[in-house]
């Protein structure tokens, strides 16, 4: 590997960790730990989709930037292109697109509403495993087969979760947004990865339909997507919960200037790590994403037991090491395909 792509490399990655670390902090910043006091009373940050539609508006913004700077391309030109033999229309593109971004919309909102009820930690964990909501998915829409590698990592990665959660000693404090209804809390996490689940398969579908000339890159994907999340949220907002959500986040910003920044924070890191992902995507193997992605999900849990004074017992523990240890199998598992389609 030469000296300037090895610069390349480390700068992507660090830059992924970078983004990513500031974006998962600040996360739970947000939606778990309160802004001030009222009386005894903590006052938590309550308008989710405000916070969706804001980061979906900053990857619009950073998608079509990149787009037409670096690739180009004008992402939207998948729709006015003229249908060809062996390709599809417009309209079959806006279906997918209109499907996927419903989607999108909806999981984000019901994950942050989990955390009323379990640990950032148990959301954190159970969202690193990309695999087991397509599984689900796949399995309950299409019946498909999966090698059984995958069965072992997705029950470990269930297990691990199970186990984190169960053993979980909540000690009461004010200034928990946690009320103790995991039941609750793990069936909307669940539905959020249900809907996450359908929202990758589809996405696989998507990128399956095109052709040469009709190349969605992600960067694209990011763009037309986030654009179609933000109009749907900010409609459903504007229509149906303009006093809970708008109005409330302006007069709370009003109130805590500093919640502002986090949001706005937030936003960016979220959008610039997207962006690094992408360009290693585009200039390195998969496999060194799968690696840095894997293992900046693990620094930030490390930090978020660090900065926030988590304090797990040893039983949950396990839970962590099973989890990322079925993600890490699951890398490992696909090191041989890797170098094999590498030296086709």
Known sequence: MKDSKVFVLVF???GLYASFLSWSLL???????PYGMEGSKAVYFKAPLVVNAIQAMFAFIVGFAYSLIFHKQ???????SPKEKGSVGGKTFLVYFIVIAITSSL??????????HVDYLAYLLAKSCKLLPVMLVHFILYRTKFPPYKYLVAGLVTGGVIMFTVTHTSKSSRESINDGNTILGMTQLLGSMLLDGFTNSTQDQLFKLRSHKQKVTGASLMCILNI???ALTSSYIFFFKYNEELLYTLKFVEKY?????????????????????FIILEKFDSLILVTATVTRKMISMILSVVLFGHHLAPLQWVGVLMVFGGIGFESYMKLPSSKKKKSD
Not at 27 to 33: D, V
Not at 74 to 80: K, Q, Y
Not at 261 to 277: E, H, K, L, P, W
């Open 228 to 230: 179609f999340v933000f």
């Open 74 to 80: 004008n992402p939207f030109a998948i729709f006015s």
């Open 107 to 116: 999981s984000s909102p019901l994950g942050y509403q989990s955390l009323k």
């Open 257 to 277: 200037p500093h919640a502002l920044g986090d949001i706005v924070a937030f936003a960016g890191f979220g959008a610039m790590g997207q962006i690094f992902v």
């Open 12 to 14: 992507c990655v660090l």
């Open 27 to 33: 996360q739970e910043r947000i939606n778990t730990k």
